[in-house]
């Protein structure tokens, strides 16, 4: 699978995403979240979103810039940030993209997804990619992959762990 990392400016504070409408959502994969849900219990959560349907910060256009930039030139780009309380888990998994791919009519192997971390690395977050560990990441840094490729997010530090998920599919334009 396709995956590759890079660096863009920080454009926003920590004050700023934390101000943001969170929501805990339920993934939406429910055949996946019952195998979680067998294998961690009741206690299983996975995290918060503030995406598309709620407020968004004003330094959006200029991250997907910045990426384009760093040679990762989205276009028909879906933002979503998300934030893990301590505890919270996304075990492995690969992205379905159901509501993209609904929304844009493409197929899977055409979709990107950027995870560009908000803040500096701390002991306890978690970020595994396709059984690559994650870690001393600054704010900043970011992790992009290709269709399904497996990943993980966990977050069991001491603070929120907050993120940027930016979907998309190659603007060959550019």
């Known amino acids: 699978m396709t995956w590759c990392q890079g660096r863009i400016p920080v454009r926003w504070t920590l004050d700023e995403v934390d101000g943001l409408d969170w929501v805990r959502e339920e993934f939406n994969d429910p055949q996946m979240t019952d195998t ?14 503030a995406d598309y349907r709620s407020r968004q910060l004003d330094c959006n256009a200029n991250i997907v810039a910045d990426l384009a930039q760093a040679g990762m030139a989205l276009g028909k780009t879906g933002l979503s940030y998300y934030k893990m309380m301590p505890g919270d888990i996304l075990p492995y998994h690969g992205d379905t993209y159901a ?13 990107w997804r950027v995870i560009v971390f908000l803040q ?4 306890g977050f978690l970020f595994e990619m396709e059984g690559h560990p994650i870690t001393q990441y600054r704010a900043g ?8 490729a497996e990943h ?4 069991l530090g001491r603070v929120p762990r907050y993120t940027l998920q930016i979907t998309g599919v190659m603007d060959r334009g550019l």
């Open 36 to 49: 979680w849900l067998a294998l961690y219990g009741p206690v299983f959560r996975t995290g918060y979103q």
């Open 99 to 111: 509501r993209y791919r609904s929304h844009y009519g493409v197929d899977i192997r055409d979709i």
């Open 120 to 123: 500096d690395w701390q002991p």
């Open 141 to 148: 840094d970011w992790v992009a992959w290709q269709g399904g």
């Open 152 to 155: 993980m997010a966990g977050n």
